[in-house]
């Protein structure tokens, strides 16, 4: 194999760039290879195609910068569309990729990115084409890999902003309710929940109750602690709700989750009669330079996945295990999302140290940990 391409796909995460200079030096540096950069993800085979050579120079200093240096897109071309309940595959989509993917010497493809990537990616293996994948997702919510790069990054972020809002809570006496992102899974909300000091975390997972929050904070004052802090997954929902959405999307069907925490401090505040405010984290959990954990992990990965191809694998996705970087098959990569199971472990130490996740049961499992 001499020629070798690698993108990134999907919302930007710390790390990425990490990934690409790993890939590029592993390639070059260990298999004598060269290294294509696709920019814009599986866009940038379209049309007039968007690449770019990446030699070792080229990825110099990579390894703290944030986003990635090829670009990015959530969605696009490439998307199974869905008529009358079956898949309808953009075939000629993937035609025009692969006949440009010929054209321009690329034997084989490195794709970082998210659910959506990886399923694009799966694609072009099904078609015949080499590829290996990168998992990356700041929510860590795919099931093959133990974590992915960004979520530990991503976590620090969140809990120092946690840190940083109690300070206006407690000085105050005020509800502060922080929404985290997180559409499938609320990993980013109760990690840095339970190390930032939430009071009550709200998690797609466990549907919540307003009643039970204001509750917790009544409770709260009642004891004397006149402040109360919230993380909220921005994909959490109540008991009888869905999730609430800023708007149903573009063009590309993307729909974007918003809203939920300033409702929930209007809610709190109405319910309580207390001051109650919200700050939305946003992309600030996604940007910027990834911590030492994340570097290493994305550094492992991308060189590991230049080694899957160089060893003639294709349709594989690097992982986490136990410590270790395997490969697994994209198929079962892609096929199950990762979400906190409601009884797991740091879900019931959450409980035990007070922390109210806004469940109606919620008594009940107090009751059931204190038996
Ligand atoms: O990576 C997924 C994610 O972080 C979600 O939690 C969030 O809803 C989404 O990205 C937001 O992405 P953007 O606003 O950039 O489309």
Redo the contacts with the bound molecule.
């Keep these: 194999m001499k020629t070798i391409a690698i993108l990134t796909g ?4 710390p790390g990425l760039n990490a990934v690409i200079r790993a890939a590029v030096k592993t390639a070059v540096g260990e298999f004598g290879m060269r290294v294509v950069g696709i920019e814009d993800s599986f866009e940038g085979l379209l049309g007039q195609t968007h690449t770019r050579e990446l030699t070792a120079s080229d990825v110099r200093g990579l390894l703290p910068r944030g986003g990635t240096i090829l670009g990015t897109r ?1 969605r696009g071309s490439f998307v199974v569309r869905q008529k009358d309940g079956a898949d309808l595959m953009p075939d000629e989509v993937y035609r025009e990729a692969l006949d440009n993917l010929d054209r321009l010497g690329i034997e084989a493809v490195v794709a970082v990115g ?1 659910e959506g990537t990886l399923a694009i990616a799966h694609e072009f293996h099904k078609r015949g084409f080499p590829i290996a994948a990168v998992p990356k ?3 860590n919510d795919l099931a093959a890999t133990e974590l992915t790069f960004g979520f530990m990054t991503a976590l620090d972020i969140a809990t120092e902003a946690l840190d940083r809002l109690h300070t206006t809570a407690e000085s105050h006496d005020r509800v502060m309710v922080l929404e985290v ?3 499938h899974a609320g990993w980013i909300a109760l990690h840095s929940g339970v190390s930032g000091g939430a009071d009550v975390i709200l998690i797609p997972e466990i549907p919540f109750s307003l009643e039970q929050v204001a509750k917790k904070i009544r409770e709260r004052d009642a004891g004397g602690s006149a402040f109360t802090i919230v993380v909220a997954a ?2 959490a929902k109540e008991v009888r709700g869905d999730v609430m959405y800023l708007d149903r999307g573009d063009r590309t069907g ?1 729909a ?3 809203g939920l925490g300033h409702y929930l401090a209007s809610e709190l505040g109405e319910r309580t009669g207390k001051e109650a405010r919200c700050v939305v984290l ?2 600030i ?2 940007g910027g330079s990834p911590n030492a954990f994340d570097r290493m992990l994305a550094t492992n990965f991308g060189a590991a996945a230049v080694r899957a191809l160089a060893r003639g694998r294709s349709g594989v996705m690097v992982a986490l295990h136990a410590a270790n970087i395997r490969t697994v098959p994209l198929e079962e990569a892609i096929a199950r999302l990762k979400t906190v199971p409601p009884e797991s472990q740091l879900v019931r130490t959450a409980r035990d140290v007070g922390i109210s996740f806004g469940a109606p049961d919620e008594d009940s499992h107090h009751q059931e940990g204190d038996k």
């Design positions: 999907g919302g930007d995460a959530n998210g997702t700041i929510d992102m997180g559409r921005e994909g993307a974007r989750l918003g946003g992309h959990q996604r």
